[in-house]
C-alpha cells in the first residue's frame, strides 16, 4: 500500500518521490500477501467460509485471476466482491486531466488526452491528483443494463458541437472504462444481453474497448468480477462460452454448513442492540428455531430449490421476533422482554415474498400455508434434538395429564406462571436459562414445549380469536 508520507501535487514530485507504476492485479497480489504475512484478518465479517471459499479467494488473488462467484442468493456473494476494495492501495496518484472520466497512470496515460498532456508539458507543470480506493470499485445488477452503461456509446452532444465520429473524443465511456486502475462487478451475468457479454469477452481477452466498430486501442487496466446463480449460469445459451473460459477463477460459494455459524452471521447481520431501557433475553432455543426455518425452507419440496432461500429471510425472521417481543415488553412493563413461540405468528411479514414457491411441489398451497408447514417442521426438528439430549419426559409428563394452556403473544408472562405451578428441574438444565426465576423466560420454555410437543403429534392445537389452546387429545 501507498507509504508516501506526502501526496505530491505534480508530476515531477511524484518521480521524485521513487513511485512506480504497477496493474491493479498486482497491487492486489503484493497488498494482499503483506496482509497475509501479518497474521490480519482478511475477510472481516465473513463467517463460515474460512476452510472452503475463502481459501479460492486467496488463491485466485495470487493467481492474478478474474473471477466469478457462483451462488444462490443470500450467499454473500456481493460483500465477497467488495470486500476486496481492502486489498487496493489506500490512494493512488491519475493525471489530474479537466473532464476527463478515465484516471489516467501518470507514468503510462492510455487515452489522447492523457499522452498530448504528458507530452506537452514538462513534469514539474502537470498536475497530479489522488483517487482513494473507496472510489476505485463498481457495481452493476445486470437486468437493464444496456451497453453504454458499461462500455460506451457515440455522444451526439459532442457530434453537434463538431467533433468527428471517427475519433477518440467523440465517444461517451462507460463504467468498465470508467474504471481503469480500479475494479468492476458485474452481478447476475446470465442476465446481461449477448451483446454486452461480447464486449466484456473483448475486454477480457485483449484489454480494449469497442464502441459502434470504433476500435479504441486501450491497455485497460482492472479486475472483473462475476456473481451468479447456478441454475442460470449452468442454463445452456445463457452465457456465451467465450466468456466462461476467459473468467480465470470460479468460486463456488454455499449457505453455513452449520446451524450454529447461520446464528453467529444473523445476529452479526441483524445489528440489534438487545439492551437499553427495553432490553430482550433471547433464549438459545429461539435462535436455533429462527435458522431451522431457513434450513427447512432450503429443503423443502414446496419451494423453488433453484431460487434458493437467502440468508435474508433469518435476519429478517430474528428482527421481526424481537421487535415482537419487545412490543410485548414495553406494553406489559415486562423487563427483560422474551421472545416465544407465538412471537412467530408475525414471521409472515418478514417471510412472505422471501420464498418462491415451487409451483408442481406445493400443490396449490399458499405461501402462508408452506410458511406455516416450515415452521411447524422446524419446532418439531429442534424440539426432538432437545429431548434426543436432555431427556425431556418429564416435562412432556407434565404436559400429558389432561393439562389445557392457552397461549399468545399478547399475554402476560404471569400467565403461564398460574399454569405451571412446578417448574421441572429438567428446565435449567436443557435450556440453559434459569426458568425457576424468570417468568417471561418461563413462558417461552412453556411455549416451546407445548409447541414441540404439537409439532411432534403428541398434542392437539387449535386458534380461536388470536389465541393458541394446547391441549391433551
Not at 89 to 110: F, N
Not at 112 to 128: C, H, Q, R, Y
Not at 168 to 183: N, S
Not at 265 to 277: F, K, R, V
Amino acid at each position: 500500500m501507498s507509504n508516501i508520507p506526502v501526496r505530491p501535487a505534480t508530476l515531477k514530485e511524484l518521480q521524485n518521490t521513487g513511485w512506480k507504476s504497477r496493474s491493479v492485479k498486482e497491487e492486489i497480489r503484493q497488498n494482499f500477501l503483506k496482509l497475509l504475512q501479518a497474521g490480519s484478518d482478511l475477510f472481516p465479517g465473513i463467517i463460515g467460509y474460512e476452510n472452503t471459499v475463502l481459501p479460492e479467494i486467496n488463491i485466485a488473488l495470487l493467481a492474478g485471476h478474474d473471477i466469478l462467484f457462483l451462488g444462490e442468493k443470500g450467499q454473500a456473494k456481493s460483500r465477497l466482491m467488495r470486500s476486496l476494495i481492502q486489498f487496493l492501495d489506500e490512494e493512488l496518484p491519475y493525471l489530474d486531466i479537466p473532464g476527463s472520466p478515465v484516471h489516467e497512470d501518470p507514468y503510462q496515460p492510455i487515452t489522447k488526452a492523457g499522452k498530448e498532456l504528458v507530452a506537452s508539458k514538462p513534469p514539474e507543470e502537470i498536475p497530479i491528483r489522488w483517487w482513494p480506493r473507496s472510489e476505485r470499485y463498481a457495481e452493476r445488477l445486470a437486468p437493464g443494463t444496456k451497453f453504454a452503461d458499461i462500455i460506451g456509446e457515440i455522444d451526439p452532444a459532442k457530434l453537434a458541437m463538431g467533433t468527428s465520429m471517427s475519433t477518440e473524443d467523440a465517444l461517451h465511456f462507460g463504467l468498465i472504462p470508467r474504471m481503469h486502475r480500479g475494479i468492476f462487478a458485474m452481478n447476475e451475468i446470465p442476465e446481461l444481453d449477448e451483446l454486452i457479454q461480447v464486449g466484456l469477452f473483448n475486454i477480457l481477452e485483449e484489454r480494449d474497448v469497442q464502441i459502434r466498430g470504433y476500435p479504441i486501442q486501450f491497455d485497460l487496466d482492472l479486475m472483473i468480477l462475476f456473481s451468479a446463480n447456478p441454475a442460470t449460469y449452468n442454463r445452456s445459451g445463457k452465457v456465451i462460452p467465450q466468456l466462461k473460459d476467459r473468467i480465470g477463477s470460479l468460486i463456488q460459494t454455499h449457505y453455513p454448513i452449520e446451524r450454529s455459524l447461520g446464528i453467529e452471521i444473523t445476529e452479526q447481520e441483524a445489528e440489534l442492540d438487545l439492551g437499553g431501557d427495553f432490553p430482550v433475553l433471547v433464549p438459545y432455543f429461539m435462535k436455533e428455531i429462527i435458522e431451522q426455518i431457513s434450513i427447512c425452507a432450503r429443503k423443502s419440496k414446496f419451494v423453488d430449490h433453484q431460487s434458493g432461500v437467502s440468508a435474508r429471510l433469518s435476519i429478517a425472521n430474528y428482527r421481526t421476533m424481537v421487535s415482537s417481543a419487545r412490543h410485548r415488553g414495553v406494553r406489559l412493563e415486562e423487563k427483560p422482554a422474551v421472545p416465544r413461540i407465538s412471537d412467530l405468528g408475525h414471521l409472515g411479514t418478514s417471510s412472505l415474498g422471501k420464498l418462491e414457491l415451487d409451483m408442481m411441489g406445493s400443490n396449490q398451497m399458499s405461501e402462508k400455508q408452506v410458511l406455516e408447514a416450515i415452521i411447524i417442521e422446524a419446532i418439531g426438528t429442534v424440539f426432538d434434538e432437545y429431548v434426543d439430549k436432555h431427556g425431556l419426559d418429564e416435562i412432556a409428563d407434565v404436559f400429558s395429564k389432561g393439562v389445557k394452556i392457552e397461549v399468545g403473544d399478547t399475554l402476560p408472562s404471569s400467565h403461564y406462571a398460574e399454569r405451571l405451578k412446578r417448574v421441572p428441574k429438567a428446565w435449567d438444565k436443557a435450556f440453559e436459562v434459569n426458568a425457576g426465576e424468570n417468568e417471561g423466560i418461563r413462558a417461552s420454555c412453556l411455549e416451546f414445549v407445548l409447541a414441540g410437543l404439537h409439532a411432534t403429534d403428541r398434542i392437539s392445537r387449535s386458534t380461536k380469536h388470536g389465541r393458541i389452546v394446547y391441549e391433551v387429545r
